[in-house]
């Protein structure tokens, strides 16, 4: 099978994008949204002075600085994935405009919802086949699975419970109430993504345009 060549610097470039409008659409249909996504979200709710897209980016900071701790290193690649995740975070803000333009019916929340998920899922195995650092919410999980040494999708599995259980009980333990609760998105995600992961790996074959990967980034791509 002959297999496309892209460059990772434009995957990316749609990566935050696309990762942005899924994460927007899956919060307007009020089904909850991706558990990543959930933690600043509920946070936005509880301190609505600063924007969804601002918490985003706090708490991505709070990741890539985990990530540096646990390997005991300062890396530049994590520097610049979180530039990349104050990008994400703007582009949420963008999507959160023109979206509260639309309508919102029992019909079309399901139909944002079902987009979203599956926007995201594509998004994430993008990222993650790029070759470029990427957003820190993506970043963190396949780091963690080299660290632990352990399949990527039980790695972002677990992140993505954690993250539920945070959203939990900030949103039962202030909001009163569940606010951006997504349990089916936690147990699915992970699976989802690999999927996807194994079709863009049978298909295309990411490169870097401008920077020659390094041998463990060359690796890591087939994670």
């Given at each position: 099978m002959n297999k496309k060549y892209l460059p990772g610097e434009l995957a990316l470039c749609v990566v935050l994008i696309i990762n942005s409008l899924g994460v927007c659409l899956m919060a307007k249909s009020g089904f909850g949204i991706s558990t990543i996504s959930s933690v600043p979200f509920v946070f936005n709710k509880v301190f609505p002075s600063l924007s969804f897209g601002t918490w985003n980016y706090i708490f991505q900071t709070l990741l890539v600085l985990s990530l540096m701790i646990l390997k005991k290193a300062f890396c530049f690649e994590y520097i610049f994935s979180f530039v990349v995740g104050i990008g994400f975070g703007k582009m949420i803000d963008v999507h959160d405009a023109w979206l509260a333009l639309l309508p919102n019916t029992m019909a079309l929340n399901?139909?944002?919802?079902?987009?979203?998920?599956?926007?995201?899922?594509?998004?994430?195995?993008?990222?993650?086949?790029?070759?470029?650092?990427?957003?820190?919410t993506d970043t963190f999980p396949r780091d963690m699975s080299e660290?632990?040494?352990?399949?990527y999708k039980y790695v972002k599995t677990t992140f993505d419970l954690c993250c539920l259980t945070t959203t939990l009980v900030l949103s039962i333990g202030i909001l009163h109430g569940l606010h951006g609760v997504g349990v089916l998105c936690a147990f699915i995600t992970g699976k989802t993504?690999?999927?996807?992961?194994?079709?863009?790996?049978?298909?295309v074959v990411f490169y870097r345009a401008l920077i020659r990967p390094t041998k463990s980034e060359m690796s890591r791509h087939t994670v």
């Amino acid at each position: 099978m002959n297999k496309k060549y892209l460059p990772g610097e434009l995957a990316l470039c749609v990566v935050l994008i696309i990762n942005s409008l899924g994460v927007c659409l899956m919060a307007k249909s009020g089904f909850g949204i991706s558990t990543i996504s959930s933690v600043p979200f509920v946070f936005n709710k509880v301190f609505p002075s600063l924007s969804f897209g601002t918490w985003n980016y706090i708490f991505q900071t709070l990741l890539v600085l985990s990530l540096m701790i646990l390997k005991k290193a300062f890396c530049f690649e994590y520097i610049f994935s979180f530039v990349v995740g104050i990008g994400f975070g703007k582009m949420i803000d963008v999507h959160d405009a023109w979206l509260a333009l639309l309508p919102n019916t029992m019909a079309l929340n399901v139909l944002y919802f079902a987009l979203g998920f599956l926007i995201i899922g594509f998004g994430i195995a993008l990222a993650n086949r790029c070759m470029l650092p990427i957003i820190p919410t993506d970043t963190f999980p396949r780091d963690m699975s080299e660290i632990l040494n352990k399949p990527y999708k039980y790695v972002k599995t677990t992140f993505d419970l954690c993250c539920l259980t945070t959203t939990l009980v900030l949103s039962i333990g202030i909001l009163h109430g569940l606010h951006g609760v997504g349990v089916l998105c936690a147990f699915i995600t992970g699976k989802t993504v690999s999927m996807f992961q194994k079709m863009l790996d049978a298909h295309v074959v990411f490169y870097r345009a401008l920077i020659r990967p390094t041998k463990s980034e060359m690796s890591r791509h087939t994670v």
